[in-house]
């Protein structure tokens, strides 16, 4: 007489899991708004944090070397405090990098240079990049990532 195989139990799908950070996620979305890279470094990923640091600070030292500045306002227009508060916001993503730049490169930049919006471009892009660069440091403190 044969013996039935039991067939092995299938278990419920699982619904959501919940969430445990294994490590803080605060204090490295913090780390990697303050310097590239660090968040990253924080959490273990050390080739990855350094990685972001060399590109990232490549790209916005060379950016306001070329630009000299971040935004050069022009007294008058209409859209002024608009663009202001937009190019705040956006470079805002960079941390001290933005800050220190704000105090060091105060000087007015050359509109009329063929650098001057390469120069912007490349600060902003590290900036933005940055802001990808803090969205993964959270996901990875929360487990999403490996």
Known sequence: MKKKK???????????KRLIPV????????LA???FGLGHVYLGKRWK?????GVLTFLYVFGMFYAKEIYLPVS????????????????????L??????LTFGLKGDLASPLYE???????S?????????NDAWDIAWGKKG
């Open 126 to 134: 590290a900036a933005l990049l940055n802001a990808l660069a803090i």
């Open 76 to 95: 008058g227009a209409h859209l002024t405090p608009l663009v202001e508060t937009v190019n705040f916001v956006a470079f805002l993503p960079a941390g």
């Open 6 to 16: 039991k067939h092995p139990r299938k278990l419920p799908k699982e619904t959501e």
């Open 33 to 35: 708004w303050l310097v």
């Open 23 to 30: 490590a803080s996620p605060v204090t490295a979305a913090l």
């Open 97 to 102: 990098y933005y800050l220190v730049s704000g």
């Open 118 to 124: 390469i120069g912007w471009l490349m600060a902003l």
């Open 49 to 53: 944090g350094v990685v972001l640091f």
